[in-house]
């Protein structure tokens, strides 16, 4: 991994969240961090700009010396690693697959922003929207995730459906990057101990991927998935939590009602999605 891309918007929720990148960076092997501001300069879907005193000039000229101001914070973190800062006039999500392939970006990090930032990004379409648009793992750092603890322990969610769009690759760039025990959990709904036989292979595909690593394997019943997952994680204080979303059923349950509320709220733990592999 070399690449990290930092999305702020200079809200003290988006620096925790670049203070939290910062910290494992190192570990990740990061030799370059990007620090990326997207302002628009015209509302979206008119020609109408959005400060009539403020020209296109103005508004990059302004986001970098925010960027800047953020780079002098992030500087005694990150030495030794190369910080490059980037404003553009566009709107995120819909063009960031662009920018991390011309920037060759390995990992995103986004937080949350002000009070209402967080139903934008977690209640709203946009952290799905990122999440399906990016071919990059996100890592989404809730607004109170605290800082200086470290990455002690995973959990890595599974569904035991199709096993073959786990990335293996990028799974693995984490699990050595923290050689750290990784939970790996099924919560299902209902009581039946029985496995249907695509489950009983994904389990077994699950063991091979995580043989050379210390993982556990916890399957629990829960009416609710996600909030059996977050319960879970709580209760055994998980450091983060991986998940490999579907376009459909799991990512969308992620990002709906006061679930979403309770893991930006209520939890401390950043949640890393990584892109499922293309379907052989």
């Known amino acids: 991994m070399k690449t990290l891309l930092i999305l702020t918007d200079f809200s003290e929720n988006a620096f925790r969240a670049a203070e939290y990148a910062a910290e494992v960076a190192i ?8 620090l990326y501001h997207a302002y628009q300069s015209i509302i979206g879907g008119t020609d109408l700009p959005i400060g009539n005193s403020q020209s296109n000039q103005d508004l990059y000229l302004q986001s970098m010396e925010h960027l800047a101001l953020l780079q002098d914070r992030l500087k005694p973190t990150l030495k030794g690693i190369q910080i490059d800062l980037m404003a553009e006039d566009i709107s995120l999500p819909a063009y960031i697959s662009d920018l991390c392939k011309t920037e ?7 937080g949350v922003s002000g009070r209402s930032g967080l139903e ?7 952290t799905s929207m990122m999440i399906e648009e990016s ?3 996100v890592l989404i750092v809730p607004k109170d995730t605290i800082i200086g603890k470290g990455i002690s ?10 096993h073959t769009t786990i990335p293996v690759h ?10 750290i ?4 959990l099924n919560v299902a709904k209902g009581t039946d101990d029985t496995y249907s036989a695509e489950a009983r292979d994904t389990i077994a595909s699950l063991h091979t991927i995580f043989e050379n690593y210390p993982a556990n394997f916890e399957y629990i019943n829960e009416d609710n998935t996600v909030e059996g997952i977050l319960s879970y994680a709580n209760r055994h204080q998980t450091s983060i939590i991986i998940v490999v979303p579907r376009k459909t059923g799991f990512l969308s349950s992620f990002f709906k009602s006061s679930i979403s509320k309770k893991l930006a709220y209520d939890s401390h733990i950043p949640l890393l999605s990584l892109p499922p592999a293309p379907v052989k």
């Open 27 to 34: 570990p990740l092997q990061i030799n370059r961090v990007i």
């Open 104 to 110: 060759q970006v390995d990992l995103i990090v986004m």
């Open 120 to 126: 934008k990004l977690l209640l709203g379409s946009t």
């Open 135 to 137: 071919k990059v793992p």
């Open 153 to 162: 322990s995973m959990v890595f969610t599974t569904d035991l459906k199709d």
């Open 170 to 179: 990028q799974l693995y760039e984490f699990l050595d990057a923290f050689p």
């Open 181 to 184: 025990p990784v939970q790996v």
